[in-house]
């Protein structure tokens, strides 16, 4: 590797921390690629991500967002010269990807706005406190002026040049296709998917990579507004949210989203089976927060980001123990919640968490 290539890595403990095969062996391999003059960004990963950088200028860095990389995209995001200073970068996979949220990033924080394009000056905090902006944790990029550099963005896996096929195999998952295995191999199972889909689709003919992933990702958007855990809050003040269920390994919490007044958000993208889930939900006061009327099951949370396995014995594993509602999933596909004044009891408790 390349003294000027710096690897961010996503690890998955919160779901709220290259070029690839041709679709058939005949097609040669559709590849994406990036000229070398600049800061180039490469998507080693199978989710498609959206990337934020800082930028520094004389008076006030600018933050700026977003660009879109497909699985096995190069693309340079800051063309040269580059002058000299600290370059920032995160990242979050794409919202039509199953699962919660997964990001690439650091602890430098920045203001961000996640639902559309956006520049700002990095000193213009108060940003964080306006709806539809918040805070989020950036990492330094390994920039050489004024040539520039590479970061490679990926994830245990390491797909390497099979990134792009690894997307495809993702993407088809999130459209509900049954792909085992997501390994960046065009096998006999995934080239059955894509020809169903594309059967579903009337397209006859099959279409480059990156082609085939934007209409599997436009596709995946439509069906995911029918399904995940989806929560609104229509409550009249700031809601903190966590959820907690039941996992292959045991019961688990992942926590926190914010939500401002009247604002939605889907904390579990893609079709969701699970019949029950535990909810917890802090609408801000003075001095503490107001808990849902219903919270009955404890499960552990943090006063970060957080993932958590098992809820027992949070103490002495050093998180804090909170209450949760029990939600039932009767649609089979997924859940949507409306949180309103009278979600919440009149009880205050004392919260530190989430500062």
Known sequence: ????????????????????????????????????????????????????????????????????????????????????????TYGFAAPVHSGGRREW????????TPKKDFAVRADAREKCHEPGWEERGFNLMNVKAPSGGKTVLSEPARFGSRAQMAGIQRLLRDNGYMIRAIDGYAGRRTRNA??????????????????????LEKTAAEKLKETGLH??????????????????????????????????????????????????????????????????????????????????NCAARGFEKRAFALFHNTSGTGIHIDLTKDSFSQKSVISGLRR
């Open 1 to 88: 590797m390349s003294a000027f290539v710096r690897r961010f890595i996503f690890f998955p403990v919160f779901e709220v921390s290259m070029l690839a095969l041709a679709l058939v062996p005949t097609r040669a391999p559709a590849q994406e690629s990036a000229a070398p003059a600049g800061q180039v960004m490469c998507n080693e990963t199978s989710y498609i991500i959206k990337q934020a950088i800082v930028i520094p200028q004389k008076k006030s860095a600018l933050v700026k967002g977003w660009i879109r990389l497909r699985p096995g995209q190069c693309h340079t995001i800051i063309k040269a010269p580059l002058s000299k200073g600290r370059y920032y």
């Open 194 to 215: 894509i020809r169903r889909f594309l059967r579903t689709k009337k397209i006859n003919r099959q279409p480059e990579n990156p082609v085939l992933i934007d209409l």
């Open 231 to 312: 929560i609104c809050n229509r409550a009249g003040g700031t809601v903190w949210a966590a959820y907690g269920r039941k996992v292959k390994k045991g019961w688990q919490s992942r926590g926190w989203w914010k939500l401002a007044d009247d604002q939605c958000l889907r904390l579990i993208s893609g079709p969701f089976r699970d019949k029950n889930i535990y909810i917890y939900a802090g609408l801000e006061q003075d001095g503490g927060e107001r808990v849902l009327k219903d919270a009955k099951e404890p499960f552990c949370v943090s006063d970060v980001l957080f993932s958590i396995t098992g809820h027992a």
């Open 105 to 112: 990033g650091g602890m430098e924080p920045f203001c961000v």
